[in-house]
């Protein structure tokens, strides 16, 4: 299986998940569980180092059955966040991008970097035709990264999730093979500094 890596800036990457990264994911979801558990409900189900190795075997086997990919996102040799495909719809040629990163590495455009790499992947390699991605409404800093990247607001999405006891509306942005200009490492900088 080709194993992709994605380089982003500086020292800075994506690879694929792997059983190994169970105990550093787990330990940097619970140090971050405070920061992540406002928007994304897996926080409150993983409880244990048990409970990371799950996903990441889950990850493998929707990358081994073709339906999405699941990617660490690096600096250097440190796991500093998630980013994936959720779902690739093969008849639509869709997907959707999910992401998070831990509170204190925000800032530094790693998201936006990653994004755009997941951009690339879906419309050069797999030929997709459109790409989505969903956020809280009130979510501001994840919605910042398909703003910057120039994806269209699609609607909103009334009571899309559940996250503990609150009830979110979601923003649907989306984004076309015809729309998508790659973008250069210097010009998501340029972007972030806009």
Do not use: C, K
Not at 10 to 16: A, S
Not at 69 to 90: E, N, P, S, Y
Not at 91 to 97: G, H, Q
């Amino acid at each position: 299986m080709n194993m992709p890596r994605f380089e982003l800036a500086d020292d800075r990457w994506m690879r694929l998940l792997e059983s190994a990264d169970a105990a550093e994911l787990y330990a940097l979801i619970d140090s971050n569980r405070e920061h992540l558990a406002r928007w994304m409900p897996f926080v409150s189900q993983t409880r244990s180092v048990a409970d990371s190795l799950a996903f990441i075997r889950s990850a493998r086997r929707q990358l081994a059955e073709n339906r999405g990919m699941q990617l660490a996102i690096l600096d250097g040799t440190t796991i500093i966040g998630v980013a994936g495909f959720h779902r690739i719809d093969w008849v639509n040629r869709a997907t959707s991008i999910g992401y998070w990163l831990a509170e204190d590495r925000q800032g530094a455009g790693t998201m936006t970097l990653a994004a755009a790499a997941m951009l690339d992947h879906a419309f050069a390699v797999w030929r997709l035709h459109r790409v989505e991605i969903r956020a809280g409404v009130e979510n501001t800093r994840s919605r910042a990264i398909p703003e910057r990247l120039g994806f269209r607001e699609a609607g909103i999405l009334r009571g899309a999730e559940r996250i503990g006891p609150r009830v979110i509306d979601h923003v649907v942005y989306a984004m076309t093979d015809a729309e998508w200009e790659p973008l250069s490492a210097s010009s998501v900088r340029d972007a972030l500094r806009a």
